[in-house]
Structures are given as structure tokens and as C-alpha cells.
């Protein structure tokens, strides 16, 4: 059995009342994880090396770097071997949980997360930067030991440890700040920094996120059509569609806003393409560039996209928008205009018979208003088939 190797970091502090200025929208655990002891040995090398030639040997903390020196160092690390698996807790919708149960909820955040990335490993080792007092990271390693690590006679090779970065000189953990800085503010809302997209986009495909309480806005249990082909074929025609339309947008100043929107909305779609995106984390999202912009103004950007090409669906009982990657999305997404379509016909048949009859055939919309051919053969066929 393979054993895990993970280095945690986090991004921002809880925030009981997220509408203080100052509080943090999100909090954000990235951990920087390893398949094998020789990829994490090759990792804390050449860390090791870019830490002698950048910074005097010295650990350094992101947020002090520059992004162009952010990239520069990324790129000394995209032929190792890594994967990233993040947590983006929105405290918006956790503020009544965080003002009563703070540190308890640090501990079933972490609890959660960190089950999610071992749950298939015997063997793991995970490594965090310590927390809050001494009294509490007793406690939690505690609790992280009886819901997480929970040996047995069978799985001994577990752990988890608290680290001082500065005082044992982990420079793995450095390293993990280094991921865990542009992520968080690109998943932060309220501390958002444009630059940051450059580097997501750099380790899109090493990226696995998960989004707490967004549960509700995926659907893994859907019974749709399975079909590898398919969902392949429908995947790429939608990103590269939406990747096109982008690049034409980007030459018309005055269509800037469906081109952040898509921009984000792509972004997303690599990064996690099972997330529904609500309304209003876009609309947020938007308000860094446009900060007048509204629900209602996004939700005709996105009208505005979809009738340029851009394959922007939504789910019925699910609230948001994503690209489809799936046969099963396009077949929710029909699902959805025909329980509109068909019942939204059947009135409209319905209200004509009606005025006809009680007019005693003087009104007669269907046969006299012009362009309604096609409203009487949807009607015809409707019929055909009920």
C-alpha cells in the first residue's frame, strides 16, 4: 500500500462576522501532497536549491513575493511530481456555527478534509503548521487522532504533527504557503487579487477542490447516461467553444464583462467541473472589475453568451452555471427546458381555446398573429405525443 505525504497550509482566519472590514469571505486549507517518499525527496531538493539561489537559503513567506517571482519559481517545480487538494470554506454561509462553536469548527473542518484525502490510504503522514495556543493544538491533535488517523494493529503507519515552519525550518511547509497564497486569493472573495489567475492557471490539472457548504450544487448520484465517448467529445466542444468565443471577446473593449465572466466561468470549470457556480459568486466576482454590476445584470451576461454559442447550462433544483462535461449534464440541462417548454405551450393552447370559445371564434391569436406558424405546429406536435 502507498503511503501519503501531505504538508497543510492555510489561507486567511475564520471570521465569526464576515461583514467586518478586514474578515476574511473564505478560509482556504491547500495541502501539498505526495505519492511517494522519492517525489517528496526530489520536491524538498530542488525547494532546497531555489531556496539557496533566491533567498539566501532562507524559508520566505509568499505573501512578501512578487507574482512574477511566484511563476518564476513554479516553474522550476512543474516537472516534479504534486498534486494539490483544497479546501474553500465559505464563512458567509458558516457565520452562525463559527460565532458559537469557533474552535470546534476548526476542528471538524480539518476533520472533514483531511478525511476526504486519506480515505484510501493506510498510510499517510500529515503535517500542519500550528495553530491557535498550545492548550488548543493539544486538543487538536487529539481530535485529529481519534477522527482521522485512528490507528490499529493493522495500520500503525499513520500521523499527524503540528510544526513551528520557523523553528524546525520545514521547507516543505514553506513551500506549501507558496501554493496556498495566489490560491487563496483567487477563492477568497473578499481578498481577491486579479494576478492571481495567472498562477491557477499554471496547476489547473494537479488541482483537486472542494468547496464546504457547496454539497448541494454538485449531483455525483445522478443516474444520466454513462458513455466515455460521449461525455469526452461533449467536454471538448464546450471548453474549446467557450475558449474561442473568449478570444474573440477579447478583442471588443465593450463586451469586457462576458469576457471576465467567461474567463471565470472556464477557470472554474478546469478547476472543478462537477461545481455548479451560484449566481451570486459570480456576480461577486464581477464586482472586483465592475463594482455597480447586480444579479440581474449577470444573469443577462449570461443570456448574452449563450445566444453568442458559449454552452452555459444550469440544473433544475440545483441553483448555478457551469460548462457541460458530461452526456448526464445535457441531459439534466434539456430535462429543465422541456418541464418549462412543454407545460409553458400547453397554457398558451389552452388560454387561445379559451378567448376562441368565449369569443365565439372572433379571436383567433393563433391563425392572425403573425410569426405564429411554429407556435401551432409545437402545438400540433405536442399533441401528437401526449
Known sequence: MKKLYIYFDEYGHFSPNTGKVGSFSHFIYTGLIFQTLVDKNLFEEKATEILKKRFNGKLFKANKVNIKSKLDILAELLNLNWTLSILVVDQTKTEG???????????????????????????????????????????????????VVKRDLFSQDKSYTLHDEKKDQHVLLCFT??????????????????????????????????HFPYKALYDPTYLGTKDPVKDSIIRDAANSLAAEKLLELSHHEEKKEHQILLEYVL????????????????????????????????????????????????????????????????????????????????RINQSHDILFRKSRTDIDLLNTVSDSKLLRDLIAVIKSVN
Do not use: W
Open 177 to 210: 504557503d507558496l501554493f496556498t497564497n495566489p490560491i487563496g486569493q483567487y477563492f477568497c472573495k473578499s481578498h481577491y487579487k486579479e494576478e492571481s489567475k495567472l498562477f491557477l492557471e499554471k496547476i489547473v490539472d494537479r488541482l483537486q477542490v472542494t
Open 97 to 147: 456555527a463559527l460565532k458559537e462553536y469557533e474552535k470546534s469548527f476548526i476542528k471538524f473542518i480539518q476533520k472533514t478534509f483531511l478525511k476526504e484525502t486519506t480515505e484510501n490510504y493506510d498510510r499517510f503522514e500529515i503535517n500542519f503548521d500550528r495553530t491557535g495556543s498550545e492548550q488548543f493544538q493539544k486538543s487538536l491533535i487529539t481530535y485529529i487522532d481519534q477522527h
Open 267 to 346: 477557470l472554474a470549470n478546469h478547476i472543478n467541473p462537477n461545481r455548479l457556480l451560484p449566481l451570486q459568486v459570480i456576480t461577486d466576482h464581477l464586482k472586483h472589475y465592475f463594482p455597480g454590476i447586480n444579479d440581474d445584470r449577470t444573469k443577462t451576461i449570461i443570456t448574452d453568451l449563450r445566444n453568442m454559442g458559449v454552452i452555459i447550462i444550469s440544473s433544475k433544483g440545483r441553483a448555478g452555471y457551469k460548462l457541460p462535461n458530461t452526456h448526464a449534464d445535457f441531459e439534466m440541462f434539456f430535462k429543465r427546458y422541456l418541464d418549462s417548454i412543454v407545460p409553458m405551450i400547453k
